[in-house]
């Protein structure tokens, strides 16, 4: 069993020194012995109390980790099982309501068994107003991330554990639904542990204690979209609970810190080494190849987004290109679409309208487009195309991600039971002082889990005001009897029904095989581009030629009829461009 944690001690342990500030506890009268009364449930009370230190199962406050403000929920285990009853919702609630009137994250640190049943059912619905708490801080465009310590069951898990957008779980931790008591007698007990949460993708990751501050103080920069030195949200907004260095620069936790969320690419590139993106000279047939930054008067890569022209591609062939960044695709085009406020609550809790906003009130700068990593030159031929997407020795996902992004972290999971580490990457990392969404494809047959993680991905950095850089590599999505079991469509059109809703811009770049549908899904519509090494193709010229029923010999035309080339795809108006390589 791993060691519990009181409150104070999990608090001690990711909040920066002297940084927390605890909230006031809601005044509530109570019958004796509670609603029902229980008797003998006022002792037991007085008796966690007294052993506790605690006058409830919850501790609620601000604090600063790593530099970043938050509202931090400590679970006192030891005050009745760190169960939730009326007085624990009326703290919960509260400190939500801080929360979003600050503008500030929430960090539940979850260690409980469940509803208190001296409570009955007065006890179990806390769970709804749990549940409409955290819906009206999600739809204000704040994060929230769970800390799932030993034990976290029952609707504490159901409520605030699974629901956070980052599930981030201490070693060894007990995390389910049903607790120990209640399970069938010949369950088996691994089923119920934080790693096995991970590998069926309800959390994120599995993170050490001693490695815990700096990988949350690490997610909490990225998804308040601090930058390196960025001054902390929120602080100096809450009167008298600012702490002495709360806008201090956060420190990078480097390489291994998070046991299996994080991916560093510090040291492994400058991020300014490809200031920029995408290029622009012509070469052959109407296609763009170049340097955007190269030429003066190139307007700057994170320069307000422009709703493309319908005829982008049109544009590019007839030697228009804009540079990368510059016309990202913003769906809905409306000045003031992110001015909405979700749900139209107004007031509640006491909340002014204005903190129930979204994250951000115009669409953000979109991603800049990675440079090209692979050959140079364009293809001769659609079979060559080919070839060079498939060649082995190809740069990958991991190498374009690790160039990009100074420092990046992972999520995990589809929140289906479902993962797909091989196939996809998804996640957040630092480019250029600002942080960038990531999904990513490495080659191979993308599964069902894969495209809903991107999805998951692409709705949580909309939530948050945060531009998503999308990868296309995959020969298609899986096609085998288990993908059609784990509904291989309905997946797909989860990303498809993303990237269409999404208000932040997006900016896709083809690092491989494009292929079909599965690929597609991931593409910004009117802000995609490609590498001299990639092709993009509504199917495989070998299954083309199969389908038309042409001998072998037909393959390499077909392929050329199919016009899948980068600078056929340009020319098509399905591209914006072709992206060039770094100055050496």
């Known amino acids: 069993m791993p060691e519990r944690l009181s409150a104070r001690e999990t608090l001690a342990l990711v909040a920066d020194a002297d940084s927390f500030r605890e909230l006031p506890a809601p005044a509530r009268r109570s019958p004796p012995d509670g609603p029902l009364g229980w008797q003998g449930y006022d002792a037991s009370r007085a008796r966690a109390a007294a052993r506790t230190g605690e006058q409830e199962s919850v501790v609620c406050g601000t604090a600063s980790v790593e530099g970043t403000r938050a509202v931090l929920i400590a679970f006192e285990f030891g005050y009745l099982g760190g169960s ?39 006890a179990l619905t806390q769970l709804q107003r749990v549940a409409r708490q955290s819906a009206l801080t999600r739809e204000a465009g704040l994060p929230q991330i769970a800390v799932l310590r030993d034990p976290t069951t029952g609707g504490g898990w159901a409520t605030l554990g699974a629901g956070a957008d980052i599930v981030l779980a201490l070693p060894g931790a007990q995390v389910g639904f049903a607790g120990s008591r209640v399970r069938p007698p010949d369950t088996d007990p691994t089923a119920y542990t934080a790693e096995s949460q991970v590998t069926w993708g309800s959390a994120d990751a599995v993170v050490k204690p001693a490695d815990l501050k700096p990988t949350l103080g690490t997610w909490l920069r990225l998804l308040t979209g601090r930058g390196a ?36 690419g510090a040291g492994t590139a400058s991020p300014g080494a490809e200031a920029g993106a995408a290029g622009s000279t012509r070469t052959g047939a109407g296609a763009r190849v170049g340097s955007p930054g190269a030429g003066a008067g190139t307007p700057s890569p994170h320069a307000e987004a422009r709703a493309p022209s319908p005829h982008a591609g049109d544009e590019a062939g007839a030697g228009a290109i804009a540079e990368a960044g510059d016309g990202a695709h913003v769906p809905g085009g409306d000045s003031g679409d992110g001015a909405h406020v979700p749900g139209g609550d107004s007031g509640d ?17 979109p991603a800049p487009v990675p440079r090209a990593l692979g050959v140079r030159g364009l293809p001769g031929s659609g079979w060559e195309a080919v070839g060079r997407a498939r060649a082995e020795g190809r740069p990958r996902a991991r190498d374009y991600l690790d160039t990009y992004f100074r420092q990046r972290v992972l999520i995990g999971g589809d929140r289906c039971g479902g993962t797909d580490p091989d196939g996809m990457l998804c996640g957040f990392g630092e480019r250029d002082g600002r942080t960038v969404a990531y999904a990513a494809q490495t080659g191979t047959a993308t599964r069902p889990a894969g495209y809903r993680t991107a999805a998951r991905l692409i709705r949580l950095a909309d939530r948050l005001g945060i531009p998503v850089l999308t990868l296309v590599d995959t020969p298609g999505a899986a096609n085998d009897a288990a993908a059609e079991r784990q509904g291989v469509g309905a997946a797909i059109a989860e990303v498809f029904g993303a990237v269409a809703a999404a208000r932040v811009p997006i900016t896709t770049l083809v690092i491989g095989e494009g292929g079909s549908g599965g690929a597609l899904a991931l593409a910004a519509p009117g802000n995609t581009w490609a590498t001299p090494d990639s092709y993009f193709s509504v199917i495989a ?16 035309p077909t392929a050329d009829q199919l016009r899948i080339r980068p600078q056929d795809l340009v020319e098509l108006g399905v591209v914006r461009g072709i992206v060039d390589h770094a100055r050496p």
């Open 84 to 122: 939730l009853g009326e007085r624990t919702g009326d703290r919960l609630e509260a400190a939500y309501v801080h929360a979003r009137a600050h503008r500030l994250p929430v960090v539940p640190l979850i260690a409980t068994g469940g509803s208190r049943m001296q409570e009955g059912m007065l």
């Open 229 to 264: 030195g960025a001054a902390s949200p929120g602080a100096g907004a809450e009167t008298g609970t600012a702490s002495p260095g709360a806008g201090a620069e956060a420190p990078s936790p480097g390489a291994g810190t998070g046991t299996l969320s994080h991916e560093a």
């Open 349 to 365: 809790g006491g909340v002014p309208v204005a903190s129930l906003a979204p994250a951000y009130a115009r669409a953000p700068a």
């Open 541 to 556: 010229p070998e299954l083309a030629a199969a389908i038309l029923k042409r001998p072998p010999q037909e393959i390499r």
